[in-house]
């Protein structure tokens, strides 16, 4: 069974830092892309960044030269390291994955900037 666990949200000032980390299970998880998504109230999904399982990254526009995304193979985890943080950023962040056709989400962590 595929499980993913987000942590690391929280309250951050603008212009501040977070990272997330989610830790899966259930999969080979070196050979799997992994994806952070974000969803802020009235707004739809969002595809924030992408990794392959080795290593290659894409970012949507909004983020790019802000947040990183990375992975470790060993851990089964992969990081989302968010800097200049902006009240826009404000969502709940979900790591996501695909297995066998299906998608499968984590349970969402919240990221809230304000001052």
């Known amino acids: 069974q595929v499980h993913l666990r987000e942590s690391g949200g929280g309250l951050a000032q603008p212009g501040g830092s977070l990272r997330l980390s989610c830790v899966a299970s259930g999969i080979n998880f070196r050979l799997h892309p992994m994806h952070w998504h974000r969803q802020a109230p009235g707004k739809e999904r969002e595809l924030v960044a992408s990794i392959t399982g080795d290593g290659a990254t894409n970012y949507a526009d909004s983020v790019k030269d802000r947040f990183t995304i990375s992975r470790n193979n060993i851990w089964n985890t992969v990081y989302l390291q968010m800097n200049s943080l902006q009240p826009e950023d404000t969502a709940l962040y979900y790591c996501?994955?695909?297995?066998?056709?299906?998608?499968?989400w984590g349970q969402g962590t919240q990221v809230t900037v304000s001052s």
């Open positions: 996501t994955t695909n297995f066998r056709g299906r998608d499968y």
